[in-house]
C-alpha cells in the first residue's frame, strides 16, 4: 500500500491524480491533500479520500472547510507551513507536487529533504531551481519522477539505456493551437482562443504556455536537470498527433519512442507505480485505425517563446528562474485581457534581458535557494511594471 | 577486442558485417569464416580479415581455394564437420549464424553448446527448432542476440522493462512489394517482380519470404522463442515506411517503439557490441524529412502465409519445422520458375496438413533434435513430391 500526498489536489493533474488512486484502492491511500480556492471540490475529495492532513494556502479557506466539515475531520492547516505540513507528512511514501507554478517550489523542497519520491507535474520548479532541486533530491536519495507525457516518455525509452551513450533527446510537440494560424494574425489572439488546445485538456497557465510553446520551452529546461544533458542536445519536433510522446536517439542513431493515447492518467500511473505498472482498462492506442503520423521542425521566429527558453537554459544561473516568473506574470496578465498574445514573449525578453544586465553589474547569481528567491522576487515586480506600462496601451485594455 | 567467427560470410548479412567489422578494427578481429559456392568473393576476405580457419560446404570449392591462395593461408576445411570446427572455434567469442534456411542449424547449435554468444541472422533456425535452440542457449548460458530490425527493435524496447509486464509484441511489416497488387494478379507474379522488395536488399529466399509475408510469419515464431511470448500475443502491422522496425505494448497501455533508417548494419553493430552502442556516422533518421509514418492491419486473406505461421505457431512442436522446411522447397522451386507465386502457400498447406495427419498417426513429434531433423527430411522429400505434380501444370513451365 502506498501512501500518497497531493499538493494542489484539485487541479487538473490533482484530479486525475485521485481518479487513477480511486481505481487502485488496494494500492494507494491518501494521506494528504492541498488546494487553494476550490474549497467545495476539496470537501468532496476529503470525504471520499480521508486524508490525515489537509492544507489550504488562505486561512479564510481553511475557516470555509472547517464550517463545512461534516463528520469526518482531517487537521486542518493554512500557509505555507501548512503546505509544507502535507508535503513532509510522515506517513506519506510518494508525494504529487501538482501545485502551479513558483508556489510549489518550497513544499517540494522540503518534500524532497523529508525523502520522499516526488512525482513532479510542476515542470516550473525545475525550469526556477533544477540545479538545486536535483541537488537536493541526490543528498537526499529522493526519487524524482517526471508527470508529464514527453519526461515521462523520456523515462521510459532511457529504462536499460546507458546514459552515455544517449546522443540526443528529442521532445514531441503538438505544435498549439496556433500551429497553422498565420504569425500576423498572433496579436489579435484572445484568452478564450489561446485557452482551446487541441489535444490536451489542462489548467489555464500550462494551456497558454503550450499555445506561446513556452511550455514546450520550459520542458527542455526541465529535461536538462532530469536526465543531466546539454540543452543543445535536446530537440523539439513538431508532431501534431501526440501519439509519440518523445523520443531519445542512441550514439549508433537508433532512436527509442514512446507512444500512446493522450491521457495524462498514463504519465500518473507511471509515477505513482514505478518501477511497476498498473493493468489499467483505459483506452488503448490502436495504431490500425491512426492512418499516420507527421513531423515537422518547430519554428523559433514564429514561437519566439521557443528560443527565449533554449537561450535562459544556457546561460543557467538564475536565467531560467527569471524565465519562468516573468512567464507566469506576463501569462496572468494575457489572460486577464492587459496585454495581447504577442507581448508574452516580449515582455518575458525584456525581464531576462534586464536580469542579465543586473548580473553583469553584481555577478552573484548562484544556485542557492535566495538567489533563486531573490531572482525571482525581482522578476515578479519589473515584469508588472513592464504590464502596467504594457496594459496602458488602449488595444489592449480588455 | 571481440573475436568474430561468420557463418555465411558471402552473404547479404556476412558481408554487411564484415563491412561493420571492418570500420571498427579496433575493437573485432574475424577468426572464422563460411561460405558455400563464392569462392572469389571469400578469397579476397580471407585476404581482408586473415580468419585462422575457413570452411566451405563442398570438398571442390575447398579445393578452388587451396589453388587461388596467394600469401596468407587459414586452416581449410570443408563439410558439415568443417562448419562446424569454424562454429566452436576455441578463438571465437561471438558468432555470426548467417547460414540461409535449415543447413545453419546443426553449426549454430554446436556454437551454443561451445558458449558462444550468437547474433542470429538466421530466422528459420529458431522456426524450426526454437524450444531446442533456446533450451541449449539456457543450458550453456549463451546469449543470442537477435539480426533482425524487428527483434533488434524489440530487444531495445524490451530492455529494462520486466516481461511479465509487457502485453504484446508488435511487429512492423513493410507488406512486401505486392501490399497494393490485387489478389487477382498473384497467379501471374514472376520470380523477377518478387525480387524487387522496395525497402530492404537481402537474399533471395528471405526477399521471396518477404513478398509472401512468409517472412513475417517466421519473425512471430522467431519472437515467440527469443522474448517467451505466446503468438497470440504477438500482432503484425503494416507500416510501409518500415521506420518503426517494431514496439512493444506494455500493461499499462503504454507503447514503446524503436526507430530507425532502414539499414542492416544497425542490427548487426547493435549485435555485435551489445550491451554498448558504436558511435557510427552512417545516414541517420531525420523525422523532420519523414513527412508521415501510416499503418494498416495486416491482410490474411491476400497473404495465406501468415495464417499458416500462426497456425504452426499454435500448433508448436514439430509444425513449424515443416513450415520452413516446405516454404525452403516452394521458394526454391518458384525462384527455379517450376511453381507460381500463389502455389507457395498452398504447396506448405498441404505439406503441414500431410504431416499433422503424420502426427496423428504417430504422435511422436517432440522438440528433440531427431524429431527435427525426421520432420525436415520428410517434409523435403513431401514437398518436392508437390512440386513435380505442380510443375507437370503447363501453366507453370517458364
Chains 1, 2 share one sequence.
Not at 37 to 48: G, K, N
Not at 87 to 111: F, K, M, N, Q, Y
Not at 313 to 334: H, K, N, R, Y
Amino acid at each position: 500500500m502506498k501512501r500518497v500526498a497531493i499538493l494542489g489536489s484539485t487541479g487538473s493533474i490533482g484530479v486525475q491524480s485521485l481518479e487513477v488512486i480511486a481505481q487502485f484502492p488496494d494500492r494507494f491511500t491518501v494521506c494528504g491533500l492541498t488546494a487553494n480556492s476550490q474549497t467545495e471540490m476539496l470537501q468532496r475529495q476529503i470525504e471520499r479520500f480521508r486524508p490525515d492532513i489537509v492544507a489550504v494556502m488562505e486561512e479564510r479557506y481553511a475557516e470555509k472547510l472547517r464550517q463545512t466539515r461534516n463528520g469526518y475531520g482531517p487537521a486542518l492547516c493554512a500557509g505555507l507551513d501548512g503546505l509544507i505540513a502535507v508535503a513532509t507528512h510522515p506517513e506519506a511514501d510518494l508525494v504529487i507536487s501538482a501545485l502551479p507554478g513558483s508556489a510549489g517550489l518550497i513544499p517540494t523542497l522540503r518534500a524532497i529533504q523529508a525523502e520522499k519520491t516526488i512525482a513532479l507535474a510542476n515542470k516550473e520548479i525545475l525550469v526556477m531551481a533544477g540545479e538545486l532541486v536535483m541537488r537536493t533530491a541526490a543528498a537526499a536519495g529522493a526519487q524524482i519522477l517526471p508527470i508529464d507525457s514527453e519526461h515521462c516518455a523520456i523515462h521510459q525509452c532511457l529504462a536499460g539505456q546507458r546514459i552515455e551513450q544517449v546522443e540526443r533527446l528529442i521532445l514531441t510537440c503538438s505544435g498549439g493551437p496556433f500551429r497553422d494560424v498565420d504569425r500576423s494574425a498572433f496579436a489579435s489572439i484572445s484568452p478564450a482562443d489561446a485557452l482551446a488546445h487541441p489535444v490536451w485538456e489542462m489548467g489555464r497557465k500550462v494551456t497558454i504556455d503550450s499555445a506561446t510553446l513556452m511550455n514546450k520551452g520550459f520542458e527542455v529546461i526541465e529535461a536538462h536537470w532530469l536526465f543531466g544533458l546539454p540543452v543543445d542536445r535536446i530537440d523539439i519536433v513538431i508532431h501534431p498527433q501526440s501519439i509519440i510522446h518523445s523520443m531519445v536517439e542512441m550514439v549508433d542513431g537508433s532512436i527509442l519512442a514512446q507512444l500512446g493515447v493522450p491521457d495524462m492518467r498514463l504519465p500518473i500511473q507511471y509515477a505513482l507505480t514505478f518501477p511497476e505498472r498498473l493493468n489499467v482498462s483505459w483506452q488503448r492506442l490502436d495504431l490500425m485505425q491512426r492512418r499516420e503520423l507527421t513531423f515537422a521542425p518547430p519554428d523559433f521566429d514564429k514561437f519566439p517563446c521557443l528560443r527565449l527558453a533554449y537561450q535562459a537554459g544556457q546561460a543557467g544561473v538564475t536565467v531560467p528562474t527569471v524565465l519562468s516568473t516573468a512567464d507566469e506574470v506576463a501569462v496572468e496578465a494575457f489572460l486577464q485581457a492587459r496585454i495581447g498574445f504577442s507581448d508574452i514573449p516580449d515582455i518575458i525578453a525584456e525581464t531576462i534581458t534586464a536580469h542579465e544586465h543586473r548580473m553583469d553589474d553584481a555577478p552573484n547569481g548562484t544556485f542557492s535557494l535566495p538567489s533563486i528567491l531573490e531572482a525571482d522576487v525581482w522578476a515578479r515586480a519589473f515584469c508588472a511594471d513592464l504590464v502596467n506600462t504594457s496594459s496602458t496601451n488602449p488595444l489592449h485594455v480588455s
